[in-house]
């Protein structure tokens, strides 16, 4: 970047990042604002997003054209810069408090236009774009403005005319409430006038044991004592849990692997890269092995952990299985249309849409172990172990006691208790629903959609995201600790077309039956 982009603003809050016109906003408005700002009352800020105060969301899209500016500045600031969050600055109230109070949003500090080495991005472009996405890990954010960026990287890759990369502080909202926002904010490729169209809502609710319907009266005994069983195994599996939490937080620690980081030190970049999957074959597992498209997802990750594992070790033990965990987190928000969040913005009752952070999390056993004989193993595990946490009011559990620890503890121990929680366990994993057509952001169709972050104390990040008839996985990774991250995206590739293939087998064999 230019030598503007790379002066530090005369400040106490962190900025080094360059606006659309190319020099540095150094100009103090930010620090102005923020002190009148914090005059007014505003939202509280919540436990939850106080937790998140190093975590960031970084949302990477493929654009199928070169980028139009003047139009992508005015939708930007007509749609996103709307919302209230995308347009408030935390400040503290007169009793030390945290609140989200209103500033003015200039969008020429949150439009970036980086001037990249012209020689590498021509040698390399897809190259190119992962580096600078890396860097954005290594950056901090001005906090005397909105906590959010577009880097617009205007040349072409092999997936796209151009790359967008978002760059969102978590404390704004989870991945699920800014997915929503973002998909708020584009329209139908197909129909620019209507919004993009979802996976439909479920019709009940298949999920927790606990709002398991009770059976009529009418029903046989059995049926009765079944219900009432479920609850037994629901109060036993919470204890149980909970016990684990508490033991994680204590004592209880993965065994190093080549998975979990040594180290942490604040500021360690984070690669992220991403590869497409087949969203066809996912369900396809689904439906032959009657299970959901998560237990697949679960499956596949297992299977790519464990050959990227016994590859780079040389382990010759093929029979061992190693046990690691992963950090799950789960949306607590009731499931709502994006037409139903639009409707509320648009009559004013925004603050009824909740864009803050609604997570809870389970701790989630993974297995590394080789299954070549029978690749549907890696999915009949994932399916027991989901379906046994789904008997468990974990999830519910962890996020309330992290809201009230913050109260009790404060925001240092509880940081230092969460940040403890998540280094003792090894991977983040995550999977989020996308639109079923191509959508434009701002007039621009969209190629891709490729979310990941960094933040969290762990070496590696999974998530998938679908979109349109893709499953793309997302990685998160330290630099250090895998030097070959595309490697462990052919591993993914490879385990899902092993289990598809076994699927495939299994179908051949019912019809045949």
């Excluded at 607590?332 to 913005?345: G, K």
Aim: glycine share 6%; hydrophobic share 40%; proline share 6%.
């Amino acid at each position: 970047m230019d030598s503007a982009a790379a002066t530090l603003r005369k400040r106490p809050l962190s900025v080094h990042t360059a606006g659309t016109n190319g020099t540095a906003a150094a100009n103090g408005n930010g620090v102005g604002r923020a002190g009148h700002a914090a005059e007014e009352q505003g939202e509280p800020v919540s436990p939850s997003a106080r937790l998140v105060e190093d975590f960031y969301i970084v949302v990477v899209i493929g654009i199928a054209t070169p980028v139009n500016l003047p139009a992508a500045r005015a939708g930007i600031e007509a749609q996103l810069a709307r919302y209230p969050r995308f347009r408030s600055i935390q400040a503290k109230d007169g009793s030390g408090n945290p609140r989200w109070v209103p500033t003015t949003v200039d969008l020429d500090y949150h439009i970036i236009y980086p001037k990249l080495d012209a020689a590498a991005v021509a040698r390399d472009p897809d190259r190119a774009v992962e580096d600078y996405v890396a860097t954005l890990s290594t950056r901090p954010m001005d906090e005397s403005r909105p906590l959010w960026e577009f880097h617009v990287l205007d040349f072409p890759t092999s997936e796209a005319a151009a790359t967008t990369a978002i760059r969102v502080h978590h404390s704004l909202g989870d991945g699920m409430s800014l997915l929503t926002l973002l998909m708020a904010c584009t329209r139908s490729a197909a129909d620019p006038a209507r919004l993009p169209a979802m996976p439909p809502l479920p019709t009940t609710r298949t999920g927790a044991i606990w709002e398991t319907p009770r059976p009529p009266a009418s029903a046989v005994c059995l049926a009765l004592a079944s219900w009432a069983w479920s609850f037994v195994l629901l109060a036993w599996h919470t204890v149980v849990d909970v016990a684990s939490f508490f033991a994680t937080i204590l004592f209880l620690r993965d065994p190093h692997t080549l998975f979990k980081r040594a180290n942490h030190e604040p500021g360690q970049r984070k690669r992220l890269v991403h590869r497409a999957l087949s969203l066809d074959d996912v369900k396809f597992v689904k439906n032959a092995m009657n299970c959901t498209v998560n237990d697949v997802l679960v499956g596949v990750t297992y299977a790519a952990l464990s050959r990227y594992y016994f590859r780079k070790t040389g382990d010759a033990d093929t029979s061992k299985e190693i046990r690691v965990r992963s950090i799950l987190l789960v949306n607590l928000r009731p499931t709502t249309s994006l037409q139903a969040c639009v409707n509320m913005i648009e009559s004013g009752k925004e603050s009824h849409v909740k864009w803050g952070n609604e997570l809870g999390f389970i701790i989630l056993p993974f297995h590394i172990g080789l299954h070549d004989d029978d690749p549907l193993q890696y999915v009949r595990k994932a399916k027991k172990i989901v379906d046994r946490k789904k008997s468990s009011l974990e999830v519910v559990f962890t996020h309330l006691a992290s809201e009230v620890i913050l109260k009790i503890f404060g925001l240092k121990a509880a940081g230092a208790i969460f940040h403890r929680m998540i280094s003792h366990t090894t991977i983040s994993f995550s999977n989020m629903i996308g639109p079923v057509e191509q959508v434009e952001f701002c007039g621009h169709p969209v190629v891709f959609i490729a979310p990941s972050g960094y933040g969290p104390p762990e070496a590696l990040t999974v998530n998938f995201q679908s979109y349109v008839n893709t499953m793309m996985v997302n990685l998160a990774v330290d630099e250090a600790q895998f030097p070959d991250p595309h490697e462990l995206l052919d591993d993914f590739v490879e385990s899902l077309r092993l289990i598809r293939g076994a699927a495939s087998s299994v179908g051949k064999n019912h019809r045949n039956d």
